[in-house]
T-cell receptor, first 113, second 113 residues
Framework: AQSVTQPDIHITVSEGASLELRCNYS??????LFWYVQSPGQGLQLLLK??????LVQGIKGFEAEFKRSQSSFNLRKPSVHWSDAAEYFC???????????FGQGTILTVHP | DVKVTQSSRYLVKRTGEKVFLECVQD?????MFWYRQDPGLGLRLIYF???????EKGDIPEGYSVSREKKERFSLILESASTNQTSMYLC????????????FGNGTRLTVT
């Protein structure tokens, strides 16, 4: 069965520190991979996406993610976290033209001043 | 910018009531989706539609139905609301092409008492 796993339910970092959010997927073939962010009381906003090619993808708000086929991972990174990055982050994967996505459980990011 | 509008931000309904959640998108997207979001479970797909009058069950369709009479509008129907349907409901839309990202509404928080 297709699945996406985010091992960390909650991460706390200090402002200015680096960040890495983990994501592992299980799919029959390499899926399309996305990271979304959800601020409190809001819908989900697309941060970045991976389809093929360069395994390091850049997104909005200074985020990047690296696709590693051998590890079935697509981890999200940011070199220096800002207080406004506090939110919930979702890793998702899909593989059909209907656009169905499988979501991870989400990782809540708390940023300390 | 794509706009996905959900008609209500908050709804409170009684057990057994018939509930309608409405979603409208303004980007001529073929695909539309209804997800349910619960803490620790991520987003789970209830139903999706890839064309007018077409619908497909997602992962948790029990207790729900949908209607798509016009391309821009996708309605989620709870035939007889129950307390275990208290949740955040998110609507999303996308183009038909493979890997097209989803665009989300801000969600409807439904409480069934």
């Amino acid at each position: 069965a297709q699945s996406v796993t985010q091992p960390d339910i909650h991460i706390t970092v200090s402002e200015g520190a680096s960040l890495e959010l983990r994501c592992n997927y299980s799919y029959g073939a390499t899926p399309y991979l996305f990271w979304y962010v959800q601020s409190p009381g809001q819908g989900l906003q697309l941060l970045l996406k991976y389809f093929s090619g360069d395994t390091l993808v850049q997104g909005i708000k200074g985020f990047e993610a690296e696709f590693k086929r051998s590890q079935s991972s697509f981890n999200l990174r940011k070199p220096s976290v800002h207080w406004s990055d506090a939110a919930e982050y979702f890793c998702t994967a899909g593989g059909t033209s209907y656009g169905k996505l499988t979501f991870g459980q989400g990782t809540i990011l708390t940023v300390h001043p | 910018d794509v706009k996905v509008t959900q008609s209500s931000r908050y709804l409170v309904k009684r057990t057994g009531e018939k509930v309608f959640l409405e979603c409208v998108q303004d980007m001529d997207h073929e695909n539309m989706f209804w997800y349910r979001q619960d803490p620790g479970l991520g987003l789970r797909l209830i139903y999706f539609s890839y064309d007018v009058k077409m619908k497909e069950k997602g992962d948790i369709p029990e207790g729900y139905s949908v209607s798509r009479e016009k391309k821009e509008r996708f309605s989620l129907i709870l035939e007889s609301a129950s307390t275990n349907q208290t949740s955040m409901y998110l609507c999303a839309s996308s183009f038909r092409g493979e890997g097209s990202p989803l665009h989300f509404g801000n969600g409807t928080r439904l409480t069934v008492t």
